[in-house]
């Protein structure tokens, strides 16, 4: 009995092992890209942007989104090598289409402006407002709701009342989380309400 028993233990560990390890092994990649993470952002604190830059890269190149966000911060303001727009825009990118809401942002604001060599494009920052709402940004709502209050720029007058609902709406999500223009903006919103 005691022999089928460990025979039986024997079979059910073995089977077990390469889950336990791809577990593991999950654990460990992600504990790793957070320690390289830590090394990239330490480095940059000490103006050490050459060794940030290919440590953000390195993570860059895994999936990593907020090393993507950094990088393409380290681009924006030309830390370490000259400042590159393109470059920026591209990292903000590609951060925004792997799924990270600050980059969502970010890439919203640059169509809503113009900026970074983009055309100003009303539909697409509003749909990079939307995705990054959905995910809950304060930012997101925030902004999203300020178009949608002033009719895409054409004027808090011209606001249809079914947008200005949706307006209010984002607003008191991002005014929920705190964001203190959205508060603001809120009681605009709420004030020329039907």
């Known amino acids: 009995m005691r022999r089928r028993l460990a025979v039986s233990l024997i079979v059910l560990m073995t089977a077990a092992a390469p889950v336990l390890a791809d577990d593991f092994g999950a654990e460990d990649t992600v504990s790793r890209q957070a320690v390289a993470g830590l090394e990239a952002y330490a480095a940059y604190k000490m103006g050490d942007y050459d060794t940030a830059r290919a440590l953000w890269e390195d993570l860059a190149a895994k999936g990593n989104t907020t090393a993507m966000v950094n990088l393409a911060n380290l681009f924006e303001q030309g830390q370490g090598a000259p400042a590159d727009r393109a470059a920026a ?8 289409e792997a799924g990270d809401p600050r980059a969502m942002v ?6 809503e402006g113009g900026a970074s060599g983009l055309p100003r494009d009303l539909e697409a920052a509003e749909r990079w407002f939307r995705k990054a709402a959905g995910a809950g940004d ?25 947008q200005r609902r949706a307006a209010a709406c984002h607003l008191r999500a991002a005014a929920d989380q705190g964001h203190v223009e959205a508060r603001a903006m809120l009681k ?7």
């Open 106 to 111: 970010s890439l919203g604001v640059a169509h």
């Open 138 to 162: 304060a930012d997101a709502h925030f902004n999203l709701g300020v178009l949608l209050l002033t009719n895409r720029g054409q004027g808090l007058d011209t606001t249809p009342p079914d």
């Open 89 to 96: 825009l591209e990292w903000t990118r590609k951060a925004a």
């Open 188 to 194: 605009i919103a709420e004030k020329g309400g039907d």
